[in-house]
């Protein structure tokens, strides 16, 4: 009975090993791939201890997003729930329909 189940659940964690190396190629590769407004974003973001704040941009005036567009000043419409402004970090709190997450 015992050689049984091992064969399945060998073979699922092969699987699971796998599809993670896969996803963990994948997310390098399009690291190397961002624009470059993105890195800067990014890079801005880690020197200055900004924290990402959704929901509070206005129409063009974004540093980036998570859903329909990803790149800054592509925002549609104030106050995107998937568009992130950079803010000091606790600043985001204080802003009506600021969200951090």
């Known amino acids: 009975m ?3 189940i091992t064969a399945p659940l060998s ?3 092969a699987v699971g090993i796998a599809a993670q190396a896969l996803i963990f190629s994948a997310a390098h590769a399009a690291d190397k791939e961002l624009p ?4 800067d974003n990014i890079a801005r ?4 201890k900004l924290e990402k704040c959704y929901g ?3 129409v063009g005036k974004n540093d980036c997003a998570v859903g329909k567009h990803s790149c800054a000043g592509q ?3 104030a106050r995107d ?6 803010l000091p970090a606790g600043s985001c ?3 009506d329909g600021g969200k951090v997450k």
Do not use: D, H
């Open 56 to 58: 509070v941009n206005a």
């Open 93 to 95: 709190a204080k802003i």
């Open 75 to 77: 925002a549609t419409k």
């Open 81 to 86: 729930p998937e568009s992130i402004v950079l």
């Open 45 to 48: 973001a880690t020197e200055q």
């Open 11 to 13: 073979l699922a964690a």
């Open 2 to 4: 015992q050689k049984r």
């Open 36 to 39: 470059q407004v993105v890195k």
